[in-house]
């Protein structure tokens, strides 16, 4: 039903789910009738749960995705910072004249190709994302011309950490996912409010809503 959902017109286009909406609905499923009642769960909490779910959520599907230009070749260097909140590259391409899709290459790949991989001068044909660790591009060959820029797409985590007032950039469907995430991480907190089975419960249903989520959007890293 949640795919069918997602798939149709109004599920593409009703994107943003208010966190503050979310937490109004589960009040009473944390027996409250408003904040003020919710003694020993704080909004705080709530929002750091809704946040980490979402960080989850971005990891295990490609729900946020990016496209970025800022990272400009310079002569010489062959190695540079991936954009902020990146995750995984799906595309790269370099704007030279004309553009040039480049081509993802492991190390392995590349020392198979270039036994000076590192240090081969040369125009740039393809990017590794496993040469120095994670956080960094490597393009090879090295380049020769600085000042050209590389149009990358990439998953990222949602740009914004949730607090209050904060829209998350997923189809309306996805509150739900919100909303267990937020029901299961109370009431398995310790305190004379904990359920353990109704946070199983939840952590059951987000498991499930993450298989249509990747379904719809692929899967992330």
């Known amino acids: 039903m949640l795919l069918a959902v997602l798939l149709t017109s109004e599920g593409a286009i009703v994107a943003g789910v208010s966190a503050d909406a979310v937490i ?3 009040l009473p499923a944390l027996g409250a009738t408003s904040l ?4 020993w769960a704080s909004n705080t909490e709530l929002y750091q749960w809704a946040d980490e779910a979402v960080k989850r959520l971005s990891h295990r599907c490609g729900v946020f995705v990016e496209r970025d230009t800022s990272t400009t ?6 190695q540079y910072p991936t954009p902020a909140g990146h995750i995984d590259t799906i595309h790269v391409t370099l704007n030279s004249l004309p553009p040039l899709p480049l081509r993802a290459t492991t190390v392995a790949e590349l020392e198979a190709l270039d036994g000076n991989w590192a240090t081969t001068v040369g ?13 960094f591009i490597t393009l090879y060959q090295v380049p020769v011309l600085g000042g050209q820029s590389l149009t990358w797409i990439f998953h990222q985590f949602p740009p914004v950490e ?3 007032g904060s829209t998350v950039d997923v189809p309306s469907p996805m509150g739900d996912y919100l909303a267990y995430a937020m029901v299961g991480e109370a009431r398995r907190k310790e305190s004379d409010r904990a359920m353990p089975e109704v946070a199983e419960h939840c952590d059951q249903m987000m498991a499930l809503m ?4 990747c379904a719809y959007w692929g899967p992330g890293q």
């Open 24 to 26: 109004a609905d589960i």
């Open 36 to 39: 003020a009642d919710l003694d």
């Open 73 to 78: 070749t310079v002569s010489g260097t062959s």
């Open 123 to 135: 125009g740039v044909g393809r990017f590794s994302m496993d040469a120095d660790g994670t956080g």
């Open 162 to 164: 949730i607090t209050t």
């Open 210 to 213: 993450e298989e249509v989520a």
